[in-house]
């Protein structure tokens, strides 16, 4: 089986926003728990034990929404305590539990998506839609990257010729504003050679082509026609479950019907997971008979 980054990215675009569309506008806690579940889980996966940093930076996150919302909203029964003549509820400190889960979960499925879908990849999905929004999607993205990599030369450049020396905060601005202009410059000198360099090669005379294009396989159409019938099914089940927390927090019983969409989107958020573990299995056993 082939990893989950070999799939056709519009495939795998399909499955991401159902996926991500779920939990981020259903707000019913077990969607958002196996959203989050599933997402760090693929992102273990796809980077192993590194990448810490970017667990703990996304854990205060999770702290810094879960504990503003009881601060800023009051509502709900059960006081737990008053701080500053403010009520501190369970009821608003559950819902923000619930959202932070939600956004954490959203910021692992894009950092995966982001990993998987490659400029190549997204030039190719927004082609379908518009070539001339494909073009300047994939042109800005270049050019952010450009930009970047200019203003550390340019950095590096103006310190080697005595910026910055009086480390303080009024040369610090002196020297941004100068490396500012600079950047400036170079953006306008560059997307005007960038324009020649289009015109003459004759942009705009014919239909494009594309550099590279990503075929759909048997694979890449059974992914979409599973991440469809698990969406629908999810979607039932999510309208048909009913989950307040305010002003105290009530939910139905699950039914079978219901559960049957909550196992829909099981399979759906750890689809990937499933995809890649068993390409790294199989890939091991290759090299282990050689």
């Known amino acids: 089986m082939l990893p989950f980054s070999d799939y056709n990215p519009l495939a795998v675009t399909i499955w991401f926003l159902c996926t991500i569309l779920t939990a ?14 599933g997402s760090v889980l693929y992102f273990l996966i796809l980077n192993g034990r590194n990448h810490g940093k970017t667990h703990g930076f996304f854990f205060m996150l ?5 504990l503003v919302n009881p601060l800023v909203s009051h509502n709900g029964k059960t006081v737990l305590f008053v701080f500053n003549n403010n009520p501190i509820t369970l009821e608003a400190l559950l819902y923000g539990v619930n959202a932070s889960a939600a956004i954490i979960g959203a910021l692992y499925w894009f950092r995966a998506y982001s990993a998987l879908i490659t400029s190549d990849k997204l030039f190719y999905i927004t082609a379908f839609f518009s070539d001339k929004i494909s073009l300047v999607l ?5 050019f952010a990257e450009l930009f ?6 340019t950095l590096d450049s103006q310190r080697a010729t005595g910026l910055f020396n009086d480390d303080n905060i009024i040369d610090s601005i002196r020297g941004y504003t100068r490396i500012f202009s600079i950047l400036v410059t170079w953006a306008l000198e560059n997307g005007i050679t960038t324009a020649d360099s289009m015109e003459a090669r004759g942009f705009g005379c014919g239909k494009r082509t594309q550099m590279k294009t990503f075929r759909f396989r048997k694979c890449d159409i059974f992914l979409i026609i599973l991440s469809l019938i698990c969406f629908s099914l999810t979607v039932f089940s999510v309208y048909s479950m009913n989950f307040n927390f305010y002003p105290e927090i009530n939910f139905s019983k699950i039914n079978s019907a219901q559960i049957l969409g909550i196992t829909a989107y099981v399979l759906l958020a750890l689809t990937p997971s499933f995809i890649e573990t068993e390409a790294q299995i199989k890939w091991k056993y290759l090299v282990s008979k050689n």
């Open 148 to 153: 970047r990599k200019q203003f550390r030369k």
């Open 62 to 66: 999770f702290l810094l929404f879960s």
């Open 138 to 142: 994939s042109m800005t993205l270049r």
């Open 24 to 37: 981020m506008f259903s707000g019913h806690p077990v969607f958002v728990f196996i959203s989050l579940t």
